[in-house]
Nanobody
Framework: QVQLVESGGGLVQPGGSLRLSCAAS????????MGWYRQVSGLQRELVAS???????RYADFVKGRFTISRDNGKNTVYLQMNSLKPEDTAVYYC?????????WGQGTQVTVSS
């Protein structure tokens, strides 16, 4: 079993940057595909980015060129570097771990992009 805790969210102006972190506790982190999802109130949770156990990243079209996902297996941590933030990026961001299916979700961290 693994538990995930996100941090790094907050209020930022349009065009600004934030780095989200997701710290995992428990065994097996290096074997998981890790992902970042986001959810706007009233809408469905959507995939932002994912990264395989070997470090291969994938991105949703709406963040390509702006966000970067990375992982440090030695620290059991996955990151989401968010640059050129837009108001439409405002959402709760969730960390996810899976192998064949999801094994854990974090509690979420709020990102608000506003002037």
């Amino acid at each position: 079993q693994v538990q995930l805790v996100e941090s790094g969210g907050g209020l930022v102006q349009p065009g600004g940057s934030l780095r989200l972190s997701c710290a995992a506790s428990g065994s097996g982190f290096s074997s998981y595909v890790m992902g970042w999802y986001r959810q706007v109130s009233g809408l469905q949770r959507e995939l932002v980015a994912s990264i395989t156990s070997l470090g291969s990243p994938r991105y949703a079209d709406f963040v390509k060129g702006r966000f970067t996902i990375s992982r440090d297996n030695g620290k059991n941590t996955v990151y989401l570097q968010m640059n050129s933030l837009k108001p439409e990026d405002t959402a709760v961001y969730y960390c996810n771990a899976r192998r064949f299916t999801t094994v854990a979700w974090g509690q979420g961290t709020q990102v608000t992009v506003s002037s």
